[in-house]
């Protein structure tokens, strides 16, 4: 005998998403007295869980830092995934933020003559005048349909380098993630190869203090490099490497593990569901960015969730607090407490990353 699903709870906002912008969105609503549910499908700072570990920030700590609360860091360097992980879970404990973690939502509907969101998840459903998607853009990896990629020594995701260590590695990409991956891995004894589609990587899109180093690496043999080319197929021990200028030209580099490390892609679920129009090559969600509010009334999107999925980076936690202020005045009608939101993007002008 099944049990009943439990009752549609009501409320006026749904808050998808407990990463650092929904966090400080989190604290704003609780200071405004709105009555809100907080959802989150993982850990609160999923995505930044899923970081490789001890990779550090682009951003200094003061930009990254939310909702009021100082980011110090010990040697005044940048924070790494541990240091921000921790940091976060402090924010947490130190507004007491109800957080229903580990609930997914299947789906976000709105009811036009009621003028009201369905918001369904794994455990139950929620009523709600309001709904905020503050769900980021990092959801998948971009596969590559490839023969082998779904092999066991293959993966798209850095965990930790020691375990290449004198061990054939082959990374595929060329931006930052596969850059800091090489740095790391050669440091941690593995034998890299790099293989990437461009003739050479772009300054933009990788951190300024690892662009030196690695083509210092690339240029004494350290590390070998492979441009204008992509992987094919991928066997046990090697992967076909094909010209992108002539791909009937290939040859083999021999591997015994291999990073594909070329990108992410947004999952397009909740906005497709809630009938929010997707715009441009990253399908970014319509919105007015005077107010986040979507095409569809009272639906909000805020952090890097409002840029889809970013092929060349724009939206970062730095430049996404405006969100925050914009949103809580359009929910309440008020600003937001200059305090409780970190205005460095403001102050700063451009983005550091």
Known sequence: MTSAPPPTRKTD??????????LELAVNLQHAGVDYVHLDAGQVGQTVADYPK???????????????????IPDQTKASREQYLAYLHGVVEQFDLPIQTFERVQSVTRDDEAERFTVVTSKASYDAARAVLAIGDMHHPRLLDILGEDLPHVSHFLDEPQMYFRQRLLIVGGKNSAVETALRC????????????????????????LMPEIQALIKHGQVAFRPRTVPTAITPDSVTLASVDNPAQTHSVEADFVLLLTGYTQDKTLFESAGVILEGDNRAPQHDPATMMTNVPNLFVAGTAAAGTQNAFKLYIENSHPHVTKIIEAITGSPPPSH??????????????
């Open 186 to 209: 050669d440091r941690a004894g593995a034998k890299v190869t790099m293989s990437y589609r461009g003739e050479a990587f772009d300054a933009d899109s990788i951190k300024y203090w």
């Open 340 to 353: 409780l939101v970190n205005t460095a993007a403001k102050t700063y002008g451009l983005p550091e990353s």
């Open 13 to 22: 906002v749904v808050l998808i998403g407990a990463g650092p912008i929904g």
């Open 54 to 72: 001890q990779t550090q920030y682009f951003s200094s700590p003061d930009r990254i830092a939310i909702a009021g609360v100082p980011l110090s």
